[in-house]
């Protein structure tokens, strides 16, 4: 994890960086694809989707007894239906990557135009769209 100082822009920009941005994800795809198929079952993306923490409310802890376990195992389950599109239990790359530019570009638009101090994740997208930031302006 490292501090670093972000706005929308600079996402936006990453998204738009159609190598940088088709990269990064496919690197992720390829991380989470366990068995080297080229899809992702819900059993392969379900640890990435619950580190979302959807539920998340303040500082890291989740807001307990929200959901029961099975309206939890939806909610997971929804996200995954939205990643994939075509619906045949299965999200393939290009799938992948649609969803999280999506993402992206909504992370992008909360972020709005001022500049923020945010903890990011070393290695995940926002880090990366930092790191390519500062390099475009070094």
Do not use: C, W
Not at 90 to 103: C, I, N, S, W
């Amino acid at each position: 994890m490292s501090v670093e100082i972000l706005d929308g822009r600079t996402v936006q920009s990453f998204v738009e960086d159609e190598g940088a941005f088709n990269a990064s994800v496919d690197g992720r795809f390829a991380a989470l694809d366990a068995n080297h198929d080229g899809l992702l079952s819900y059993a392969e993306m379900a640890g990435e989707l619950m580190s979302l923490r959807v539920l998340e409310k303040h500082f890291g802890v989740d807001e307990a007894g929200v959901l029961g376990p099975d309206e939890l195992a939806g909610l997971y389950r929804g996200l995954f239906t939205r990643f994939d599109r075509d619906g045949d239990g299965a999200v393939d790359k290009e799938e992948f990557r649609a969803e999280m530019k999506e993402v992206m570009l909504a992370v992008a638009s909360g972020l709005g135009f001022l500049p923020v101090q945010m903890v990011v994740e070393e290695g995940g997208f926002l880090k990366v769209a930092v790191d390519r930031e500062l390099a475009g302006a070094a």
